[in-house]
């Protein structure tokens, strides 16, 4: 579904991302691993539309995609999942969620797949008039992937879903991964915490410095030592 | 019908505009007057906030652009000899294109810098209202002439009155639809989070560029009226303290809302008439007025209508805190407001 070659970034004159390499199936779940400074955001941005890649290619359906905005990719089915949830805060969550509609026109569709987000994210539905920054974090995390939902996503680029959230808040993000792949979304995950990516990616690259230095299986990382204390630094 | 149903929006503002069609009818020339003039503040209002208040772009050149609009109108009468009713629409017209393109710094600036930058605008504005006399005729303006009726057998300042009131309706059911379309969701996002908003696939610089576009388009269309209305056109009716006016009436009728909009205006309007002869307390008051809001209820007064009604809809408002929250305004001068999530620790 998504093939990137030689992808890389420059943020002025520093290399960010140096000649990256992978590929996305239909219907799979990717982690993207990475400490801090390794170049997973940068990689997400470029991904979705938000900067621009310096060279290489990013193929999405077989179309090429680098160098289009985000706006473009949008209407492609490229959506993704903004670090820190971003959800808007003053409003409230039907809001929310019909802003994530910002692109489409039909009203009637729109509330359908709100009744959708509600169905898949059960919580959401008893908090539909509650401001959004009054909503737990977990909540707010649910909030922010039903509104990324709402725009007929096809491929869901998730920023640390996980970030900042308590165990308990963790495992409900899992539980909303695992949820979507099941309804046959595609979805780019980008974390920190090996448990996550192990509990819902298939594949998994490890990024260092902006260079991809482990791909494998997932579920083999969180048993593979080595990579654990060298790239991700534990 | 239910009672709920009775007291939406829409039968508000039915109820007002009704009113003020039949007005003529019982008004003097000063009643008149000052419900024509609530009409061209309820236009100015309404395209303000929609920059203001649903697009959350914190511009200061309304004022300007709305002179822009009447000096458009009436020296191309003057000028090149036009009729009113051709150079009305070439003068809000002339008014978008400018305004459009103050989209521009806005692209880069934001908040404060913005308010900066449009205010440095709009001061430039009114020195070349002053000083390029051949054109504008300097400080003292000058008379535009009267509006030809033609064969339509109609008082000038009634038949002015009724075509204001013909297109503050029509631009007021535009913004209504328009707020409830994806452009008005599209501008939201952008108020509460750009980068949320571009992750969602709003391009920041066309809804941007929309934004000023329609609000400048608005207060073209307001300046063109107002110089049919007063039949004469001066640099002071388009300063500083006019901009103050129009801030004062989104801010107190409700930021991001289209009701708001017009009872704002409505009220201030009425207010400004009771100092009339006070003339110096007016700045007094309004500013007052501007700041208490701010201070105490940024949400406006809306937020009462929507508390106290319960069929009262406020879309894509924000929803109704208890206490007076972060808005528009105050929030872009705290910076990024994203941050505050109180509830995020709490699980």
Known sequence: ?234 | MRLQALVSNRSFLTLLFGALLVLPAFANQYTLFVGNLMLLYIILASGLNILVGFAGQLAFANAAIYGIGAYGTALLQVHLGWSFWAAAPVGAVLAMVIGTLLAFPALRLSGIFLALSTLAFAQATQWVLWHWQSVTFGAGGFRAPPVNFGWIPIKPDYGIYFVTWAVTVVLLLFTWRIMRSRIGRAFVAMRDGEIAAQSLGIDLLTYKAMAFALSSFYAGAAGALYSALLGFVSPEGFDLFQMIIHKAMIVVGGLGSVVGSVLGASLLVYVMELLREFKSTQEIVFGALLVGFMVFQPNGLVVFLKRWLPGWREPLHLAGHAEPKASVLSGSFKGATSDERPAAERA
């Open chain 1, 1 to 234: 579904m998504l093939d990137v070659q030689h992808l890389s970034v420059w943020y002025g004159v520093t290399q960010v991302l140096r000649d990256v390499s992978f590929s996305v199936n239909e219907g799979s779940v990717v982690a993207l691993l990475g400490g801090n400074g390794s170049g997973k955001s940068t990689l997400l941005n470029a991904l979705s539309g938000l900067i621009a890649p310096k060279s290489g290619s990013v193929r999405y359906l077989g179309e090429e995609t680098a160098g289009l905005e985000a706006h473009q990719m949008v209407r492609r089915g490229v959506v993704q999942v903004p670090q820190g949830r971003e959800v808007f805060a003053d409003m409230s969550v039907d809001d929310n969620l019909e802003l994530g509609a910002a692109t489409r026109s039909n009203l009637k569709e729109i509330r359908r797949d709100m009744g959708d987000v509600f169905d898949l994210f059960p919580a959401l539905r008893d908090r539909r008039t509650r401001a959004a920054g009054s909503l737990s974090g977990g909540e707010q995390t649910q909030l922010s992937i039903g509104r990324a939902l709402m725009s007929r996503s096809k491929l869901l680029l998730m920023d640390e879903p996980s970030v900042g959230l308590s165990p308990r808040m963790v495992d409900a993000v899992i539980d909303a991964i695992l949820r979507l792949r099941q309804r046959g979304l595609t979805i780019l995950l980008v974390e920190q915490n090996v448990g996550v990516a192990a509990a819902v990616a298939g594949q998994a690259h490890v990024l260092k410095d902006g260079v991809i230095a482990y791909a494998g299986r997932a579920k083999d990382l969180i048993n593979n030592p080595e990579v654990l204390a060298s790239y991700l630094g534990r």
